[in-house]
């Protein structure tokens, strides 16, 4: 069975601060998509990496897709508090049938 | 454009019975995906939808079923609720038959609670 394993599970931090949230497996994923989801909402795609070792930057967020495509990790520079949220990874599974496995997301919480 | 929408947005029942949730797909979107969201388990795939046929399946028990007609539009069924089915359920829409790299659209939900 492919898990997810996201940390930290929480995160609490002032503006204008450093982070970074990781995302964690012991299996390969094709794939691996990056959410963000507020309060009332459903998730919202931030990025997709496909190949090892590829990095993504939107904005002040940067994503990477580790060497072996076991992990990824997402860094937000100077964070906001409009930066609050759930974030989410999700891994794409093998073949081309659509079959996300999230991990359980860590709760960012800046204040200002 | 609309987005994706569900109704009802919160919904009450108690043990034992059943309950259909809805959701309607951005204009043009042929694939619909159910998730259940629970504090304990996270977001876990229920199904996928795509042109009236089920594409793919999650692991639930066969208490959870789901349809989609012909306008893109689907439901899903829980039957003979257990308390453990609170949570929140989100469906997602995509163009087409959704793959791992595509963009899938979420709504809002439906918070369901099990009394």
């Known amino acids: 069975t492919q898990l997810l394993e996201q940390s930290p599970q929480f995160l609490s931090i002032q503006e204008g601060e450093n982070l970074t949230v990781y995302c964690n497996s012991s299996?390969?994923?094709?794939?691996l998509q990056w959410y963000r989801q507020e309060p009332g909402e459903g998730p919202v795609l931030l990025v997709t990496?496909?190949?090892?070792?590829e990095v993504k930057k939107l904005k002040r967020l940067t994503f990477q897709f580790g060497d072996a495509r076991k992990d990824s990790s997402l860094h937000i520079t100077a964070a906001q508090p409009g930066d609050t949220g759930l974030y989410l990874c999700?891994?794409?599974?093998?073949?081309?049938?659509?079959?996300?496995?999230f991990g359980k997301g860590t709760k960012l919480s800046v204040k200002p | 454009k609309a987005g994706v929408t569900q109704t009802p947005r919160y919904l009450i029942k108690t043990r034992g019975q059943q309950v259909t949730l809805s959701c309607s797909p951005i204009?043009?979107?042929?694939?619909v995906s159910w998730y259940q969201q629970t504090p304990g388990q996270g977001l876990q795939f229920l199904f996928e939808?795509?042109?009236?046929?089920?594409?793919n399946k999650g692991n639930f028990p066969g208490r959870f079923s789901g349809r989609q007609f012909s306008n893109s539009r689907s439901e899903m069924n829980v039957s003979t609720l257990e308390l453990g089915d609170s949570a929140l359920y989100l469906c997602?829409?995509?163009?087409?038959?959704?793959?791992?790299?595509?963009?899938?659209?979420f709504g809002p939900g439906t918070r369901l609670t099990v009394l």
């Open positions: 997602a829409s995509s163009l087409v038959t959704f793959t791992n790299t595509d963009t899938q659209y």
């Open positions: 299996s390969v994923f094709s794939s």
């Open positions: 990496v496909v190949t090892g070792g």
């Open positions: 999700a891994g794409g599974g093998g073949g081309s049938q659509g079959n996300l496995i």
């Open positions: 204009s043009g979107h042929r694939s």
């Open positions: 939808y795509f042109s009236e046929t089920q594409r």
